[in-house]
């Protein structure tokens, strides 16, 4: 299993990013996709995920309403649309197989993208 996560930044509050996990060493579009986050000095928190035909989707309180998780399995690749960020979205994010939290936070991981919301 291998994951890369790209499309992390500086952005002001308020500020969008969209963030890319792309995939490979296994069958994507048999696999749900998690994101999840770690902002510094705490621990994991699971973000949203997405199954593998992407008909079922999840987000954590914290981000509902304001992020969109996404897949093609076309390309092998898993979308996190992040609007409306706030200084508290400041994390690493990761992208990991798995739907829900249990599963997200104890997944293979990536390196990670870093989103960093500041004015």
């Known amino acids: 299993v291998k994951v890369m996560e790209s499309g992390g930044g500086l952005v002001q509050p308020g500020g969008s990013l969209r963030l890319s996990c792309a995939a490979s060493g296994f069958t994507f579009s048999d696999s749900s996709i998690s994101w999840v986050r770690q902002a510094p000095g705490k621990g994991l928190e699971w973000v949203a995920s997405?199954?593998?035909?992407?008909?079922?989707?999840r987000y954590g309180e914290s981000v509902k309403g304001r992020f969109t998780i996404s897949r093609d399995n076309t390309k092998n690749t898993a979308y996190l649309q992040m609007d409306n960020l706030k200084s508290e979205d400041t994390a690493l994010y990761y992208c990991t197989t798995g739907f829900g939290y249990q599963k997200a936070i104890t997944a293979e991981r990536g390196q990670g993208t870093q989103v960093t919301v500041s004015s």
């Open positions: 997405i199954s593998s035909g992407g008909s079922i989707i």
